[in-house]
């Protein structure tokens, strides 16, 4: 099984091909580029966690001042830095770095993003609680997160197995109403919620927060 200092590793094997999957829900991954737009602004400095290849930090850094993307695989992040490069685009870094240690100063930033990155992160409330630190006063915590519990109950039996085989990397069971618990105690208050798949049921949560204790939406 993939132990904690096997995580990166993984990562980087995998890099080249993931560069080159296909979005399989491009009209849900649209929907939520176009949600996450709505909350940022071209004056806001923004973190994105996870970003793996750069794709996303891509389409959002022409609509923000500055945009640091951090993943803890130097191979994903060499790929990005390439597709930045042949882009030209002068306002999108990016830099290795694990979740756990956001990148730059304390409450430093107007929006941190986390895409399809919470289940794959082993301490969940400790990643929150850092992503709260690295905003700024009122800023947004955006998110889009697989709540594995709320799929195929046999993905319990698979994913050990192929974590076992090397084949999988290490994921946690969780359900929205969880996450957004975790969140809230993390300091958040919720402002929105969604789904953005195209099929009748998407596991994939959207979530948009905001640094500071309030009534949820």
Same mark, same amino acid.
């Given at each position: 099984?993939?132990?904690?200092s096997d995580?990166?590793?993984?990562?980087?094997?995998i890099?080249?091909?993931?560069?080159?999957?296909?979005?399989?829900?491009?009209?849900?991954?649209?929907?939520?580029?176009?949600?996450?737009?709505?909350?940022?602004?071209?004056?806001?400095?923004?973190?994105?966690?996870g970003?793996?290849t750069?794709?996303?930090? #891509?389409?959002? /850094? +022409? &609509? %923000?001042?500055?945009?640091? $993307?951090?993943? @803890?695989?130097?191979? !994903? =992040?060499?790929?990005?830095?390439?597709?930045?490069?042949a882009?030209?685009?002068?306002?999108?870094?990016?830099?290795?770095?694990?979740?756990?240690?956001?990148?730059?100063p304390?409450?430093?930033?107007?929006?941190?993003?986390?895409?399809?990155?919470?289940?794959?992160?082993?301490?969940?409330?400790f990643?929150?609680?850092?992503?709260?630190?690295?905003?700024?006063?009122?800023?947004?915590?955006?998110?889009?997160?697989?709540?594995?519990?709320?799929?195929?109950?046999?993905?319990?039996?698979?994913?050990?197995?192929?974590?076992? #085989?090397?084949? /999988? +990397? &290490? %994921?946690?069971f969780?359900? $929205?109403?969880? @996450?957004?618990?975790? !969140? =809230?105690?993390?300091g958040?208050?919720?402002?929105?919620?969604?789904r953005?798949?195209?099929?009748?049921?998407?596991?994939?949560?959207?979530?948009?927060?905001?640094?500071?204790?309030?009534?949820?939406?």
């Amino acid at each position: 099984m993939l132990r904690r200092s096997d995580d990166a590793g993984f990562w980087d094997r995998i890099a080249p091909k993931y560069a080159t999957d296909t979005i399989k829900d491009m009209a849900g991954y649209e929907r939520s580029l176009d949600q996450t737009r709505r909350w940022l602004s071209a004056s806001d400095t923004v973190l994105e966690l996870g970003c793996g290849t750069g794709t996303t930090a #891509l389409r959002l /850094a +022409p &609509h %923000v001042h500055n945009l640091l $993307a951090t993943d @803890l695989s130097s191979g !994903m =992040i060499t790929i990005a830095r390439e597709k930045a490069a042949a882009r030209e685009y002068t306002n999108a870094q990016f830099m290795i770095a694990a979740p756990e240690i956001p990148a730059g100063p304390e409450a430093g930033f107007d929006a941190v993003l986390a895409f399809n990155l919470l289940h794959l992160v082993r301490d969940r409330a400790f990643v929150l609680r850092q992503v709260h630190q690295a905003l700024k006063p009122a800023g947004f915590f955006i998110s889009k997160t697989p709540c594995l519990s709320e799929m195929n109950p046999l993905l319990r039996l698979a994913v050990p197995v192929a974590q076992w #085989l090397g084949k /999988a +990397p &290490h %994921v946690a069971f969780f359900d $929205a109403v969880a @996450l957004e618990d975790e !969140m =809230i105690d993390a300091g958040f208050t919720i402002l929105e919620r969604t789904r953005h798949g195209s099929g009748r049921k998407d596991p994939r949560i959207f979530l948009v927060a905001r640094k500071g204790a309030g009534q949820s939406a």
